[in-house]
T-cell receptor, first 112, second 116 residues
Framework: KAGVTQTPRYLIKTRGQQVTLSCSPI?????VSWYQQTPGQGLQFLFE???????NKGNFPGRFSGRQFSNSRSEMNVSTLELGDSALYLC???????????FGSGTRLTVV | AQSVAQPEDQVNVAEGNPLTVKCTYS??????LFWYVQYPNRGLQFLLK??????LVKGSYGFEAEFNKSQTSFHLKKPSALVSDSAVYFC??????????????FGSGTRLLVRP
């Protein structure tokens, strides 16, 4: 059974640019959550999607957005990148009806 | 405010000795509690979870955790540490939001170093 797949693994972007990260959940999982991990703030919840609808949102500015497709794959987008957006972005999938998450290996974003 | 605390930034233990990584939480209601491990440049690997029932939870790779409601703690333990257990360990609590939606609140992580 394939795990949670995140692409790309590494990304370098310039301040002011935008970036899109992709997450393919485990087959049959309908919920996808995104987390940001930084040395200073630790692991923080960004948002959760279930059946193409955002069901839950963390405390991040509107520059951070996401979406989910009918096949449950999810993308997150960060516009007008700032240096502080440099982080490991983790995606987690679950069946969506209870707490039980499988994480991907993450996308390491570096903003220069 | 809901929070998870891991009071130790680093735990050092000799291979073969027992290890404990501490976690306390502050949430309203009945929490769902998790432990994850992270190896360098990798995502989070699930170790174990407490939902309800027996306070001693057994998980992957020989790890176990004890839920203590009165002390609001969920410490991770292993009877005999291996060098390969060296990694960063995260405790997390799952908060119910609405419509079956949950989110994880993580502790700051504890680096475990097992020396040969």
């Amino acid at each position: 059974k394939a795990g949670v797949t995140q692409t790309p693994r590494y990304l370098i972007k310039t301040r002011g640019q935008q970036v899109t990260l992709s997450c393919s959940p485990i087959s049959g999982h309908r919920s996808v959550s995104w987390y940001q991990q930084t040395p200073g703030q630790g692991l923080q919840f960004l948002f959760e999607y279930f059946s193409e609808t955002q069901r839950n949102k963390g405390n991040f500015p509107g520059r951070f957005s996401g979406r989910q497709f009918s096949n449950s794959r999810s993308e997150m987008n960060v516009s007008t990148l700032e240096l502080g957006d440099s982080a490991l972005y983790l995606c987690a999938s679950s069946l969506g009806q209870g707490p039980g998450y499988t994480f991907g290996s993450g996308t390491r974003l570096t903003v220069v | 405010a809901q929070s998870v605390a891991q009071p130790e930034d680093q735990v050092n233990v000799a291979e073969g000795n027992p290890l404990t990584v501490k976690c306390t939480y502050s949430v309203s209601g009945n929490p769902y509690l998790f432990w994850y491990v992270q190896y360098p440049n990798r995502g989070l690997q699930f170790l174990l979870k407490y939902i309800t029932g027996d306070n001693l939870v057994k998980g992957s790779y020989g790890f176990e955790a004890e839920f203590n409601k009165s002390q609001t703690s969920f410490h991770l333990k292993k009877p005999s540490a291996l060098v390969s257990d060296s990694a960063v360990y995260f405790c997390a609590v799952s908060l119910f939001w609405m419509d079956s939606s949950y989110k994880l609140i993580f502790g700051s992580g504890t680096r475990l170093l097992v020396r040969p």
